[in-house]
């Protein structure tokens, strides 16, 4: 498994649910199946005419994935590479064929992918912990292939196609493990470099996906976030407690697994903290160990582990998965039902980072945090920076952005334990690349402002900088997408309304407004 070398890995123990275990025994869905041709026919839309018997299947009457199906039914194989970009093929003894591991769907396939895996399992004798996904396709296919199969009279089967999915997965070890073939199908096995291959779409495919990277070495497809305070609290989420979820009804990080939009690792992580707990954005993130866990088809997943720090009322965030969030300290991971190696992770981080003195006792996770009747405030610092010719720099959010998607707003974040101008200069140099002095800050508007009756209250400090250094770069681009100097008189459509309200205030000479509150 490669890794940074300045970030050692942590090897950590593994959990899932048992391989192949379903309550229903039902095959993949048909919307399943939809869902992973659709995913398939958006990177390969030039294959939508190759596939018009797959897609006459799914449009059919019958089962999909069941065999009995004509003219045709779904298939899965598993295009297994090692670290010499080769790529497992076995010789079937029927047809005398060499292809890659695969077959038929049965019921208790709880995926496509699963099938795949389960039928090299069972032909080439691999354990689903000896694959992991690659991260150029991740979950869904390579390639999808429609052939046609002749005729078998033995077994009664007339001549019909096979719509083939073939997922790709890399071997966890150096060496390909030993094999134990399914000896009353299969004859031998061969290992193939990728133009060997004899598949030609599966070929072609490989070929092409070499140039990107595909070298059969594992790394991270998911990425978790060990948020800290640096007083010696860490914030768990515990998790939903529903069928096929992955390590359900513990207290484990925040984090999920990486979709082949996003750019790194660090934004597939930014990406599942914006989905999972909008607002909660915490500093300094950076790579701290490699966790080792399994999936619930019992493929190995390494997990990239990102430590950052955040102080924030874990009760006040907006929580979309999951039970609720929570701040630990190490002297309870012992009485928590944790994610398997996870105290072992947070105990590491502790001993490398130790706190300077004890928590006050009233600083607990389930500590009062205001006195009775008292509404805690969101703290939002912003930027309101003019140019030469009085342009104001606003910024465009992400067009996946949880809050505010496609909309213009300031230069913003939330305040830590920090001071408001303190975080105004670390937000600016780390979202734009901006240089601002903490003496050239003047506070020029606030906001305060509500988006619901039911929402957590938020105060909006608009601080101006009279000097900066630099050109406003787009450094996190999973969050803004482009920096822009606007005139006050010609601001876009869309702007974040308290932002709008905010300038409309700095340019009338007013130092504070509301939003959100009804019209006063």
Aim: with cysteine.
């Amino acid at each position: 498994m490669s890794t940074n070398p300045d970030t050692a890995p942590l090897l950590l123990s593994t959990y899932s649910l048992p391989f192949n275990v379903r309550g229903d025994h039902v095959p993949p869905s048909r919307s399943h199946i939809r869902a992973t041709v659709g995913a398939y026919l958006s990177r390969h839309a030039e294959e939508r005419e190759a596939l018009e018997g797959l897609l006459a299947v799914l449009d059919g009457t019958g089962e999909p994935s069941s065999r009995a199906t004509l003219p045709g039914h779904v298939t899965c194989s598993a295009v297994v590479i090692d670290r010499d970009r080769r790529v497992l093929h076995i010789a079937h003894r029927v047809t005398g064929l060499l292809l890659a591991p695969g077959g038929h769907v049965e019921a208790g396939d709880r995926t496509l992918l699963s099938a795949a895996v389960r039928e090299v399992c069972e032909e080439a004798g691999l354990r689903p912990g000896d694959l992991c996904l690659t991260p150029q396709f991740l979950d869904e296919p390579i390639d999808v292939d429609v052939h046609d199969i002749d005729a078998n009279l033995a077994k009664g089967e007339a001549a019909h196609q096979h719509c083939d999915f073939r997922f790709a997965f890399y071997l966890t070890a150096e060496q390909p493990p030993a094999l134990a073939l399914l000896d009353e199908e299969v004859a031998g096995a061969q290992w193939l470099p990728y133009a060997d291959v004899r598949s030609p779409t599966l070929r072609a495919k490989l070929l092409a996906a070499e140039l990107h990277g595909l070298d059969g070495r594992p790394e991270p497809v998911s990425a978790n976030a060990l948020i800290h305070d640096g007083a010696g609290r860490y914030l768990l989420h515990l998790r939903d407690d529903r069928e096929g979820m992955w390590e359900p009804w513990v207290l484990a990080l925040v984090g999920g697994k990486r979709s082949r939009d996003d750019a790194s690792l660090e934004a597939t992580l930014r990406r599942e903290l914006a989905e999972e707990v909008p607002g909660l954005e915490p500093t300094g993130l950076m790579p701290f160990a490699v966790q080792e866990a399994m999936s619930v088809d019992g493929l190995a997943v390494p997990i990239g582990v990102y430590a950052g720090h955040w102080s924030g009322d874990a009760e006040a965030v907006d929580l979309r998965e999951g039970v609720l969030l929570t701040w630990c300290t190490v002297d309870m991971l012992d009485r928590l039902r944790l994610s398997p190696g996870l105290e072992e992770l947070i105990r590491r981080h502790a001993a490398e980072h130790p706190v300077a003195k004890e928590l006050p006792d009233d600083t607990g996770p389930l500590a009062d945090e205001a006195p009775p009747g008292t509404e805690l405030h969101i703290v939002g610092v912003h930027l309101h920076l003019q140019d030469d010719q009085g342009r104001i720099l606003l910024g465009l959010r992400h067009p996946d952005s949880t809050y505010a998607p496609d909309t213009w707003h300031f230069l913003a974040g939330h305040c830590e334990r920090e001071t408001a101008i303190d975080c105004l200069v670390r937000e600016a140099r780390e979202e734009a690349g901006l240089t601002i002095a903490p003496e050239d800050v003047d506070l020029v508007h606030t906001v305060h402002h509500v988006d619901s009756p039911d929402a957590r209250p938020r105060i909006a400090l608009v601080f101006q900088a009279r000097s900066w250094t630099g050109d406003p770069e787009v450094l996190e681009p999973d969050r803004c997408v482009e920096w822009r100097w606007w005139t006050p008189q010609d601001l876009p459509a869309k702007v974040v309304p308290y932002t709008r309200r905010a300038i409309d205030g700095i340019l009338q000479g007013r130092p504070y407004s509301e939003q959100g509150w009804g019209e006063r």
